[in-house]
């Protein structure tokens, strides 16, 4: 159980244009996904927090216009990189939290999306 | 802000031999700390936690990890090492997010290498 899926696994994009990426909880309602960029040199910096039908809220020095965040319904959170320029090629990862966990915080995390801006 | 430190980029250590991967903490209140492993190209697996009892935490593929309140340590440790382990691992703590949302920060990583 609590499996969280993310797609597309790969994606390369022209500089300029805007990509999304999905991320679903299978097997669980997840009302708050967490999206995060992994860096070249490992590390993993949350982005936002998505909660199932309000705003996201982005951590700081993330651009909001830039990387937009929609929690539509319980099982599903988009990322969509508008504009994207070739720094933004990273690894996205976002997690979700499954509810009744009370304090345990543990988070189940999708298997991640390499986008590539050339 | 709760944070946590990895101070090691990288262990090695041979197949069959006793690993340790290091982490401090620094937090206000109780610590809610956590432990998970990356496999190349995939996302994060929960390993284990701590929030609250026993100082030695018993996780997921024969990993534990020990808490020291005096040393503000989490140090995971596995008694010993398959070529298997080797991945990337991260401790985290729970921490107060932008808007006042729970989330869980992360420590830079240590990429450990299990050697045959």
């Known amino acids: 159980g609590a499996v969280v899926s993310q797609h597309p696994s790969r994606v390369i994009c022209k500089s300029g244009t805007s990509v999304k990426i999905e991320c679903r909880s299978l097997?669980?309602?997840?009302?708050?996904m967490f999206w995060y960029r992994q860096f070249p040199k490992k590390s993993l910096m949350l982005m936002a927090t998505s909660n199932e039908g309000s705003k996201a809220t982005y951590e700081q020095g993330v651009e909001k216009d830039k990387f937009l965040i929609n929690h539509a319904s319980l099982t599903l959170s988009t990322l969509t990189v508008t504009s994207a320029h070739p720094e933004d090629s990273s690894f996205y990862i976002c997690s979700a939290r499954a509810p009744g966990q009370g304090n345990s915080y543990e988070q189940y995390f999708g298997p991640g999306t390499r986008l590539t801006v050339t | 802000a709760q944070s946590v430190a990895q101070p090691e980029d990288q262990v090695n250590v041979a197949e069959g031999n006793p690993l340790t991967v290091k982490c401090t903490y620094s937090?206000?209140?109780?610590?809610?700390l956590f432990w998970y492993v990356q496999y190349p190209n995939r996302g994060l697996q929960f390993l284990l936690k701590?929030?609250?009892?026993?100082?030695l935490v018993k996780g997921s593929y024969g990993f534990e990890a020990e808490f020291n309140k005096s040393q503000t340590s989490f140090h995971l440790k596995k008694p010993s090492a398959l070529v298997s382990d080797s991945a990337l691992y991260f401790c985290?703590?729970?921490?107060?997010?932008?808007?006042?949302?729970?989330?869980?920060?992360f420590g830079t990583g240590t990429k450990l290498q299990v050697i045959p």
């Open positions: 097997d669980f309602q997840a009302t708050t």
């Open positions: 985290a703590v729970r921490d107060i997010g932008a808007g006042g949302y729970q989330k869980v920060t």
């Open positions: 701590y929030i609250t009892g026993d100082n």
């Open positions: 937090v206000s209140g109780n610590p809610y």
